[in-house]
């Protein structure tokens, strides 16, 4: 009876053996798996948040990585800044709509501007960069002074922004005002020009005036002259009948009048 039982011990000895070393080659399998698995793994930046571009889709940790790691935890913060701006935009932009946002302060240069909106419901402040109306940078924040100072950095932002623009503008304003002047003054010369001419053309006129009438009163004071010879001489004829015709009658002292 004992050599059957030492029998049956030694079976299952062996069969637990046997079961050991399945169980063994089981996890060197499992082991090996998961090796080849962490080989094929992306790097590290190519975890990174990139812009969604077009609809990409962002990349994503592998399936089983640790969620918790340095890399992993970097990827999703900046993932989660990407997603909050833009979000921040979108609700900015939702909050104007329903006014429902009162608007503390706001600076303009050029076609820059910053401002700094308050959220009563929420007692949350938005500080927003913008051009042409259209919001560029968004901050969502609770802390007032926080947002103070990120509403005086994007005023200052404004000003060094919009000082090639305003240059612009003035240089701009300059040139019309240049330019005017010297229509002005073109249309002056024009306008001058046109009186000199009608000056020198009414001179010649003058000038052939003054001679010819200077011509015609040399010809009349010669004229004259003649004319003047000729009443001496007719007024001597006269005088002479005159006397010819009274000859020999009485003159007014009673005396005949004698030749």
């Not at 798996?33 to 962002?58: D, F, K, T």
């Not at 994503?60 to 833009?86: F, R």
């Amino acid at each position: 009876m004992k050599h059957p039982l030492i029998i049956r011990r030694a079976m299952l000895l062996v069969a637990s053996c046997a079961l050991l070393q399945h169980a063994g080659f089981g996890l060197a399998a499992q082991s090996v798996e998961a090796a080849l698995i962490a080989g094929m793994r992306p790097a590290n930046s190519e975890l990174m948040p990139q812009p969604n571009v077009a609809g990409l889709p962002q990349v994503a940790a592998l399936p089983g990585a640790p969620a918790d790691t340095p890399d992993a935890q970097d990827a999703q913060d900046a993932q989660d800044a990407a997603s909050n701006a833009q979000g921040n935009v979108a609700e900015l932009m939702r909050l104007i709509h329903d006014a429902k946002l009162s608007e503390l302060r706001t600076t303009y240069n050029g076609s820059y501007g910053a401002s700094l909106f308050f959220y009563p419901q929420e007692v949350t402040y938005y500080v927003a960069l913008f051009q042409d109306k259209h919001f560029w940078r968004v901050i969502k924040l609770e802390n007032v002074d926080r947002a103070e100072a990120i509403y005086a950095g994007f005023a200052q932002q404004t000003a060094q922004l919009a000082d090639v623009e305003i240059r612009r503008t003035q240089l701009q304003a300059q040139k019309a005002y240049i330019e005017n002047i010297i229509a002005i003054s073109q249309d002056r010369a024009k306008r001058l020009q046109a009186d000199l001419d009608v000056a020198r053309t009414q001179q010649a006129k003058v000038d052939d005036y003054q001679r010819q009438t200077q011509g015609e009163a040399v010809t009349l004071h010669a004229e004259k002259e003649k004319a003047q010879a000729q009443l001496r001489q007719v007024q001597s004829e006269v005088m002479q009948l005159q006397r010819q015709t009274e000859f020999g009658l009485p003159l007014r002292n009673g005396l005949p009048n004698q030749k």
